[in-house]
């Protein structure tokens, strides 16, 4: 049975963890039996995934021979572009069978929900709790990925372009399984210390569990109304705040602290930006409430903390309604979604590591036209895997990838005043929000929200979580493929 289950192909596989995975949230019936009605909803969408790719493991072929002059990035792209496409197919069905969302507003939530954005047509207040822990736990399983669960389980010559593809770009360890067990690990050992502080400060077991999931994740979903800023306590927004950071903080790193390794830590100039950022926009943001809403110094930085926080690890946890925001604070909010979390974590965004290196190559720069010619210079940066060469492939790929994500930015802000109607900072703010899979709202996101608004949301959030070029790639290879059929197809005939 193993030696079927492991030779496969990689669709049937992830068709069957993705089955598996939407049959999850029925374990919180016995807590909440009213939530019973519901169970159909998830078995009907879980077990067809399950059947589907059991019926693939079993008699699919591993590769297609009329696709072998692919490459093997594009083999990837196809195949991480199937698996969240699958697994938003099946998230999203349990909404519309129950009746609690349209078709569209289902895809919004379960796309949402996988790419860890945080963004929500639902009315939380009156959402049955089953509903609430499956946003959730797509949060918590979209951090990690249907690939780096997949290699936890099964690995094939493929796993490691797949792992890459989906943007995982260090191994923690030798072996690419006991790398994605080692993240999964730490991972859920970080849920379990979220849960425990929660409950200690007066939250519910259930919303200790749905916040702590969703922090980590940098994912945003709430199970009140008004987010994290309902609760009104200091210690609750501490440890939210942890939790945001550990789930912005990439995994290598994390790997570093638990071996308390703390001076190769503190070397890491991911580590060093991220907090000189919060240094500078926090005092920014605290000092534009402070004079524009009439706070209290104190109130203004627990605010600014907590918010700026959210929006640079794009977690989209709020303590308060943006509406009456100042454009200051408004603006700096906008800069830490664009610029994100850290490279190789669960966030989103351009990420920290890409726009660090941005300014070193300004600085460089700068300083090539103040030096003599002859000058050379050998710059670098530490990653946790150590001291780094910066070198011109380096700079080509990060420029390039920022250049693009400014692109689609761009082009989405503009498509969201055309759909929603609204003014262009509201418009940059929510789509900053979705391509960084952030989950803040200034308030066009909502169950009266529009299809079209929807569709380009999701375009966004999607082009976010898998990192821009994945799509591109996915998408010029279908095309590709098809082109190539219909030329067949038109020589037979």
Not at 10 to 23: C, F, P, R, S, T
Not at 346 to 371: D, E, H, P, W
Request: net charge positive; glycine share 8%; aromatic share 12%.
């Amino acid at each position: 049975m193993t030696r079927k289950f492991s030779s496969c192909n990689n669709y049937g596989k992830l068709m069957l963890l993705i089955g598996l995975l939407a049959a999850v949230p029925i374990v919180i019936v016995p807590f909440y039996p009213e939530d019973t009605v519901h169970i159909f909803s998830f078995m009907c969408p879980s077990f067809f995934s399950i059947l589907v790719g059991s019926i693939i493991c079993l008699v699919g072929k591993k590769e297609d021979s009329e696709f072998e002059w692919w490459s093997s990035v594009q083999h990837s792209s196809i195949t991480v572009l199937f698996a969240w496409s699958w697994g938003v197919l099946i998230g999203a069905f349990p909404f519309v069978i129950s009746g609690q969302l349209t078709f569209v507003q289902a895809l919004f939530e379960s796309v949402s929900g996988w790419t860890t954005t945080g963004l929500s047509v639902m009315d939380v207040s009156a959402t049955p709790h089953i509903f609430l822990f499956h946003r959730s736990f797509m949060q918590f399983c979209g951090g990690l990925g249907f690939v780096m669960m997949m290699i936890m389980l099964v690995q094939d010559k493929q796993s490691m372009n797949l792992y890459n593809a989906e943007g995982h770009p260090d191994k923690l360890m030798p072996n690419l399984k006991k790398t994605a067990r080692t993240i999964c690990l730490m991972y859920n050992g970080f849920l379990f210390t979220g849960i425990v502080a929660y409950v200690i400060v007066g939250m519910s077991l259930f919303d200790a569990v749905n916040h702590t999931m969703c922090a980590l994740s940098t994912g945003g979903f709430s199970t009140r109304l008004n987010s994290i800023g309902e609760y009104n306590s200091l210690a609750i927004n501490i440890i939210t705040i942890i939790l945001m950071l550990i789930g912005t903080t990439n995994f290598a790193i994390l790997s570093l602290l638990t071996r308390r390794k703390w001076r190769q830590v503190i070397k890491v100039s991911e580590v060093r930006f991220m907090f000189l950022l919060l240094l500078v926009f926090v005092p920014i943001t605290a000092l534009s409430l402070i004079s524009g809403m009439n706070m209290g110094i104190a109130e203004g930085f627990r605010h600014s903390l907590f918010d700026v926080s959210s929006a640079l690890s794009t977690t989209g946890y709020s303590s308060m309604s943006y509406i009456s925001w100042p454009p200051l604070a408004i603006g700096m909010l906008i800069l830490a979604m664009l610029i994100g979390g850290g490279i190789g974590s669960t966030a989103g965004g351009i990420k920290m590591s890409r726009v660090y290196l941005m300014f070193r190559f300004i600085l460089q720069n700068i300083r090539k036209r103040l030096l003599p010619p002859r000058n050379v210079e050998a710059p670098y940066y530490y990653r946790a895997q150590g001291k780094t060469k910066i070198d011109s492939s380096l700079a080509m790929d990060t420029i390039g990838f920022v250049a693009s994500y400014l692109c689609v930015f761009i082009i989405g802000t503009l498509l969201l005043t055309v759909t929603s109607g609204c003014s262009l900072t509201e418009a940059m703010f929510e789509f900053a929000s979705a391509l960084g899979t952030v989950g803040l709202s200034i308030g066009l996101t909502s169950p009266d929200t529009g299809a079209a608004t929807l569709v380009v949301e999701m375009v966004g959030m999607i082009f976010g979580r898998l990192e821009i070029f994945i799509v591109f790639i996915g998408a010029y290879s279908i095309f590709s493929a098809l082109k190539r059929k219909l030329y067949r197809i038109r020589n037979l005939n």
